[in-house]
Each structure stands twice: as C-alpha cells, then as structure tokens.
C-alpha cells in the first residue's frame, strides 16, 4: 500500500496568514492526488482533486500543486472558516490511502 | 442536488455484525463506485473497501479483507456495508462516499454513521 506522510500534524495560525501542509507519498502517483477538509462532527469535503484543480465551489485562496511524490496544499489568506483539519488522499490505486491529517488551530 | 444519506446509529456487542446503508440520489447511480471510510474518536481516515455500482467488483482493504463485504442494490440506489466480528476498537464513525468511475476523488460522503461496540 502507498503510504502518504503529512506535515506538519497540527499547525497555529492567524487570520490573513498564508499556511502550506506538505503531503508525500511513498511512491509516484502522478497527479492521483486530493486534499480534504474536514470540521467536528462532520464529514471530509473534498477541496482538490488531480493535486490542483480547485473543486466547484471551493473558495480560491485553497490551492494545491505537486506530482509524483511530494504535494502541497496551500491557504492564502486564512479566514476564521478555514480551521478545520486537512487530510491529503492518493487515488492512484487501491487501497486508497489518507495521510494522518493536519489540524489547524487559532493561534 | 446529489446526496448520500446513511442509515442510523447502532450500538452492538463484541462479536456481533453490523450493516450500515448509504442511500444515493440526485445522480445516476451507476456512475460512482462508493468507497467506505472510518474514523475511530479523534483519528484520522481510514479506507475499508470500494465496490463498483456497475458490475460489482469489490477490493478491500487488506486489515478488513476476512470481515467486510460491501454489496450495492442498484432498484433501491443503496449501498450497503456489512462488517462482521466486531470488536471494541472497531468503535468509528463510518462514512460512505462516491467516487466517479473516472476517480477524482471522494467528492460527496454521507454523513456518518456511529457504531458503538461495547459490552
């Protein structure tokens, strides 16, 4: 099974900060790649799918880049709504794998 | 608008089976496999197993493989995941998901379903 490591596991930030979680995966998997959100209590909600493209929908200042095995998601500009846990996924085959997740919290 | 709703809270004892329904609607069902997902209190995602709306096929994770079986009932649009054997530390909320049958990824989940495994 591909393992796919985050960092960092938790991170503090402010609003109007810009906050980068890295996502590598132990072999290539192209651009099979997607990045979720989730809240307490509620289930995940996909933001980005193929490493990059930004889900309909989703607010502009997520984005995400990589291939291969390394992979980032970024948030411009953090807005009160955005902490929230984020969980990077590879779908390059099965099993499909999550990373550990990576809670961002109110500094 | 599409959705998937899933079946209510169970409570069961060590040993004991539980079958959790994933309701879809407001697409054409065949088109996304569904995916079954976990998550034990304070943990992440853990994937159990996919199956294909179309034809069936499954694959399951290697840790749930002798335990789970995912079947899907295309008249009713429902899918089903049934895991048996259960223990304490299979204590999670469980999530179903779409998937498109061209994956870009898990874009609509159901809510959730607590199961308690608790003598």
């Known amino acids: 099974a591909i393992r796919m490591t985050q960092s960092p596991s938790s991170l503090s930030s402010s609003t109007g900060d810009r906050v980068t979680i890295t996502c590598r995966a132990s072999q290539g998997i192209s651009t099979y790649l997607a990045w979720y959100q989730q809240k307490p209590g509620k289930a995940p909600n996909l933001l980005i799918y193929?490493?990059?493209t930004l889900r309909s929908g989703a607010p502009s200042r997520f984005s995400g880049s990589g291939s291969g095995t390394d992979f980032t998601l970024t948030i411009n500009y953090l807005q009160s709504e955005d902490f929230a846990t984020y969980f990077c996924?590879?779908?390059?085959?099965?099993?499909?794998?999550f990373g550990q997740g990576t809670k961002v919290v109110i500094k | 608008q599409a959705q998937l709703v899933q079946s209510g809270a169970e409570v069961k004892r060590p040993g004991a089976s539980v079958k959790v329904s994933c309701r879809a609607s407001?697409?054409?069902?065949?088109?996304?496999?569904f995916n079954w997902v976990r998550q034990a209190p304070g943990q992440g995602l853990e994937w159990m197993g996919w199956?294909?709306?179309?034809?069936?096929?499954?694959n399951y994770a290697q840790k749930f493989q002798d335990r789970v079986t995912l079947t899907t009932d295309t008249s009713t649009t429902t899918a089903y995941m049934d895991l048996r054997s259960l223990r304490s530390d299979d204590t999670a909320v469980y999530y179903c998901a779409r998937e498109h049958v061209l994956s870009d990824g898990f874009d609509i989940w159901g809510q959730g379903t607590m199961v308690t495994v608790s003598s």
């Open positions: 193929g490493a990059s």
């Open positions: 407001g697409y054409p069902f065949t088109s996304f496999g």
């Open positions: 996924q590879q779908y390059f085959n099965h099993p499909r794998t």
């Open positions: 199956i294909s709306t179309y034809n069936g096929n499954t």
